[in-house]
């Protein structure tokens, strides 16, 4: 449903799921009320698969590595 309807045997929110009988739920459809659902999910592949990246990755110290090693200056003498 797009929108909140009640009658006298259900009372549906904006998201609600119900089977109406065909000619109702055309109406429905057709007033801008509801939606179609598929019955069965269907899987749909992504529309524009990922960027790949491939390069040289930068060495620990141009990264901006914040963990000190014993020799570069950790504070601790």
Do not use: T
Not at 36 to 52: G, H, L, N, T
Not at 59 to 66: F, I, M, N, P, T
């Amino acid at each position: 449903m797009l929108i909140g309807l009640a009658g006298n045997e259900y009372a549906l929110s904006p998201g609600d799921e119900r089977d109406f009988p065909q000619d109702e739920a055309i109406r429905l459809i057709e007033a801008g009320f509801a939606l179609p659902v598929a019955e069965e999910e269907i899987e749909r592949a992504v529309s524009e698969p990922a960027q790949e990246r491939r390069g040289k990755k930068p060495k620990a110290r141009e990264a901006g590595d914040v963990v000190s090693d014993e020799n570069h200056g950790s504070g601790d003498q």
